[in-house]
């Protein structure tokens, strides 16, 4: 079974610039989560999607952070324009999505996108 | 607001030591439990996870964990290591309103030959 799949897995850019990640998820998953790994830190939640509806975007920084599933499988999430403390690993995640909400489902991870800016 | 603590950010020990990883939460509901491991240079996937039934819940490779309801912990075993337990471990804990997953700071292991 193919995994979650996300490009870039590195990023550089300056700040104030903008930047698009890419995610796929596994085939028939219907939950996806985007999360954001500061260094030394665990992953933090920035949106989760059921099919191509948000579930909870609470910690996404909305003046800056925009993410969207069309059609309830891939997923994009921008930042425009970037900030030095945007530096870090994101990572996307699947789940089944049987269950409301993800709770308590096993999520599977893609390899993450580093981003650096400067 | 809900939060997850792991005491040790960093564990060494050597092979055949017992390892014990603690994780401790703040929330006094309803939970659902996490233990996600992150080899070096491969994705997070999961450990095992606590949702209803024995506390006491058993992994892969050997490590299982323990749900203290009374003291929100949720600590990690492993009765002798292995070179190839070297990883990032994190807990994490679906609680809260909207049952987001919050995840504790990692605690990276490292395993002497």
């Known amino acids: 079974e193919a995994g979650v799949a996300q490009s870039p897995r590195y990023k550089i850019i300056e700040k104030r610039q903008s930047v698009a990640f890419w995610c796929n998820p596994i085939?028939?998953?219907?939950?996806l989560y985007w999360y954001q790994q500061i260094l030394g830190q665990g992953p933090k939640l920035l949106i989760q999607f059921q099919n191509n509806g948000v579930v909870d975007d609470s910690q996404l920084p909305k003046d800056r952070f925009s993410a969207e599933r069309l059609k309830g499988v891939d997923s994009t999430l921008k930042i425009q324009p970037a900030k030095l403390e945007d530096s870090a690993v994101y990572l996307c995640a699947s789940s089944l999505g049987r269950l409301a909400g993800g709770i308590g489902e096993t999520q599977y991870f893609g390899p993450g996108t580093r981003l650096l800016v400067l | 607001a809900q939060s997850v603590s792991q005491h040790n950010h960093h564990v060494i020990l050597s092979e055949a030591a017992s390892l014990e990883l603690g994780c401790n939460y703040s929330y006094g509901g309803t939970v659902n439990l996490f233990w996600y491991v992150q080899y070096p240079g491969q994705h997070l996937q999961l450990l095992l996870k606590y949702f209803s039934g024995d506390p006491l819940v058993k992994g892969i490779k050997g490590f299982e964990a323990e749900f203290i309801k009374s003291k929100f912990s949720f600590n990690l075993r492993k009765p002798s290591v292995q070179w190839s337990d070297t990883a990032e471990y994190f807990c994490?804990?679906?609680?809260?309103?909207?049952?987001?997953?919050?995840w504790g700071a990692g605690t990276k292991l490292i395993i002497k030959p």
């Open positions: 994490a804990v679906n609680a809260g309103s909207n049952y987001q997953l919050i």
């Open positions: 085939s028939g998953h219907a939950t």
